[in-house]
Structure formats: C-alpha cells, structure tokens
C-alpha cells in the first residue's frame, strides 16, 4: 500500500506494519495553518523531514499546537512536485536504532509544500501571503552553509547574486534574495515582527543568515529599490531576530535495506529516485535516533512550545557553548580521526571502523582523555553523555551508511576546529602536552592520508579538499618506505595558524607529529604498527 492521505485511513493496515500515525485530525490541521500560519520552512529535504517536522508532528499528536508547518524549496522543484506533491505531504520517516531495528512513523505535519521562485507564480503568490500573515512567528532553515553565501571564493558576488542585487526584488533567484525580498513583502504588509532561525549544522549560523540577508537589503537600499527603515526594521531584533542554533542528528541518503524492510511490511512506492536537477530523494527518510536541537530563544513574535518535543531553548552564549562541544571534543574529532585512517586502512564505513580495536582505542583516548578536560561544557547537555551516546551507539550504529571518505571531505577547512581549539586550551591553561597522543596522531594520520596512498602502498584516491593541491605541492617528493624524503617538507604546514589555527612548531607537538608521520611512512603496514605502537 502507497503512503497517501486515503490509504492512512487504513489504519489496521498500518498497525500490522508496524508503522506510527499521526493522532490528529490531519485536514483541519491544514485548514487553520492555510488561515493562520505560524512557521514556513526552507529547505525541505532530509533532515527537516526526518527531525524537525517530527517536532511539530509530537507538539500536534500531543494537542500542544494546532497547526503545521509549510516547506518551501528554492532549489529542487522537484522535489516538492514528486515527493511532496506524490504523497499528499506525508513523509514515511524510519528511526534507525542502534540494536539494528527500526521505528516507522507517518510525520503529516507538513501542511504544504510550495517552490520558492518567483517563476512559480502560484506557489509564490502564496508564500506572498503567508510572509504577510500577522500569526507567522518563523522562518527556519536547512540550506547547507553554502545555501548563505552570496560571494565566491574570490570575493566577488556569484553571478546570480550580482543580477538579483542589480535587478531587485521582483525577480529574485538566489534563495538569499528570495527570502529578503518575502521579508520586504512582509515589511510592506504591516512589519509584524517574526524570528528568522538557522537550524543548519554551522557555527554562528545565525550569524550567517543574519549577515546574507542585510547585505541584500542594504545593496537594494543604494540601488534604489527598499527604502532605509526597511534595513532598519531588519536591524531591530525586538521586530526580526536572527536567533542561533545547535543542530545534530545523522540522516544518510535512504538505505536500500531500509527500503527492503519497508517494502516487505507491504509498503509500496518506497524506490529513491534522482531528479532532474541531481537531487537523490525518496518517498522516505532513514535517520539516527539521537537528535539535538539547541536554539537561542529569541523569537518576537512568539513561537510554537518546541521544549515540549526535546528542544533546548536557552541563551546565546550556552547556544555557542553547546556547538563548540560537539565541534571540538564529543564528536566532529572523533570523525576526521576515523575519516583519515579509515581511508588508510582500506574501510569505507564508519561502523565497520568502529569494529576495529587500534581505531576505538584512537577516538576513545582522543576523546575521553585529551578532550574531556579542556571541554566547553554548556551546561544543559552532559559532555561526557554525550560523547558516550557518541563512542557506544551512534557511530557502531549498524544502519549508519557514513562512509569515512565522505567525511575526509575539506578536511584542511576542519582541523582547525576540530584539533586546534583543543591545542589552543591546553597552551591557554598551561597543561603539558605530553599526554595528548590520539590528536597528534590524527594529525599525523591527516599528513600521511594526503600522500595518496594506503597503508598497503596501493594508490588510494583523496577527497575534495580546496587546499589539496597546495599541500601536495608542499610533500611532493615524499616516497613510501624512504623517510630521508621528508626532511623539512612538514614543517611549513604545521606552522600555517590558517590551517591549525595557531602555529604548532611554537609547541612541543609539532616533533610528536613529525614523529608519528616518519614511522607511519616507513612502509606498507607502517600506518598500523604505528596506531599500535602509541595506544
């Protein structure tokens, strides 16, 4: 049976499957959103759909909100036509537990699912509207960090940003402009105040969007085409805020055994497919069941009681906090460790690493002895549970389909948070640096990974990274099995602060990575005696 808004009338069929619906009354859900809308949301795919409607979803089953959320897209038309639109706007939503079963849920909550351009006039007319509602108290985001840039890596504006900031707001493209022109529609109809919030997996991601969104504003004021208290009203945070945000939760792309077991409980039309435009979606999402949402609480307009459904709601400042413990010691270091060695090692799950007894030794020590002490602890979240939940059941999690060379991606753009905030406390609090072993190692690792070749001596292809070609250039010349090749090759890359964010042959570990480096290149198997040789 197809998931649609006839089918889940079927509810035996539904319980037999083992699958959750939602305990509303769907249609006039619909009905008053359509008339008063409280929160539109960009950026409709997987994680919005896996996790943050699902908030709204327990906030609706529970009778603590009567209306849903709209999902706009500036992107992928497609997806809102064919996965949206091909079933009525319900999404099959799959928790992938750590002891290998699952959860299945119906999440109802979208209400609708609309294209944001301006060449889509109807959808555009009303998402008009719905910018000018006074009840609108949200606009929330999940866009990727790159969906905020305006310029390229060069400064200049990308060519589409140029043409909208040349042309104005009637003929938008850019999902930057879209939204600032929706906001001067709703400045022209009222300027009821409303919260603007990053919940994209960034550091000072309200910041960000805040930063995008003004700069717009501020070209069209000296173009000519906003006046000066539109900028103003965007200024004034008692009117529109721009709150910041925590976000964490894995949603892969949906796994084909997840699809299999869907298919088997009698669920059809569950096949990803590919878009026109390139987008991988499915009627179906799969996603890890640790999830945290930590956001500042900021909203002018009020805003849905989303603590009710697990979200922090807390101050700027625990918000940063927060990000930085998950960024800098519970788990984004752990990742690049895995990521690096991974590939070394010839594995391309992260969960099969974690099955291997040198690597949990690696990220254990990284994190519980060398990070744990200098940690940002923010309070409202255990770091130690955290990285536990970490260590013991999300990264093993058998579904998890991460694959380290994914994650080994712009990794010269991530040592500097992931390792160097952790070096910067130890110096800042004059703690010895002889006990930290994993980090330099991980560093180590990062350096032998760029060399292209495995722990094998088989050539090994190397993730996208924009300072790949650079710090190539800088080891060319370094062979497998001759450690008299590496001579000073090291050192111009450990002490760029760019990269580490300080210069790391001020400090002791500069020798301990150049150490760990010249035995790790000693030959095929090298990368491996040495892991065992240190842990």
Sequence with gaps: MKVSMETIQNSSFWEKA????????????????????IWVHFGAGNIFRAYIAALQQRLLDEGCSDRGIIAADTFDVDNIRMIYGGYDNLTMSVTLNA????????????????????????????LQEIFAAPTLQMISFTITEKGYALRQIDGNYLKVVAEDLANGPENVRHAMTIVTALLYHRYQHGK?????????????????????????????????????????????????SFPWSMIDKITPRPAPEVQRMLE???????????????????????????????????????????????????????????????????????????????CLLGYTLIREEMKDEDLV??????????????????????????????VEERLPNPFMPDAPQRIATDTSQKVGIRFGETIKSYIAE?????????LPLAIAGWLRYLLAVDDRGNAMPLSGDPLLPELQKQLFGIELGKPETVGAKLKPILK?????????????LAARIEEYFLEEIAGPGAVRDTLRRHL
């Design 361 to 390: 030794k690696l990220i254990r020590r990284l994190g519980y002895q060398e990070g744990l002490p200098v940690v940002t602890d923010p309070g409202i979240l255990s770091p130690r549970a955290f990285i536990d939940e970490v």
């Design 99 to 126: 002891d290998a079963t699952i959860d299945k849920e119906i999440i109802a909550s979208v209400s609708e699912a609309l294209v944001a351009r301006p060449t889509e006039k109807e959808d555009y007319a009303r």
């Design 264 to 342: 088997e409980s009698g669920i059809a039309g569950m096949a990803p497919l590919e878009t026109p435009s390139g987008t991988f979606v499915a009627p179906f999402v799969n996603a890890e069941k640790a999830q945290y949402l930590v956001v500042e609480d900021k909203f002018p307009n009020g805003r849905p009681p989303l603590e009710k459904a697990g979200v922090y709601f807390t101050d700027r400042e625990t918000v940063n906090q927060t990000e930085r413990m998950k960024v800098t010691t519970c788990l984004n270091p752990l990742h690049t460790a895995l990521a690096v060695y991974g």
């Design 192 to 240: 009821p105040p409303v919260a603007v919030v990053s919940m994209d997996n960034c550091s000072h991601n309200g910041e960000k969007l805040q930063g995008s969104i003004m700069e717009v504003a501020r070209a069209w004021q000296v173009n000519g085409f906003v006046p000066a208290d539109f900028v103003r009203w965007l200024s004034d945070e008692s009117q529109v």
């Design 496 to 508: 760029n602060s760019l990269i580490f964010g300080s210069d790391l042959t001020a400090t002791p």
């Design 18 to 37: 083992g699958v959750r619906l939602p305990r509303y009354d769907i249609a006039a859900m619909r009905e008053r959103t359509e008339k008063e809308p």
């Design 430 to 438: 004059n703690r010895p640096m002889d006990q930290l072993v994993s």
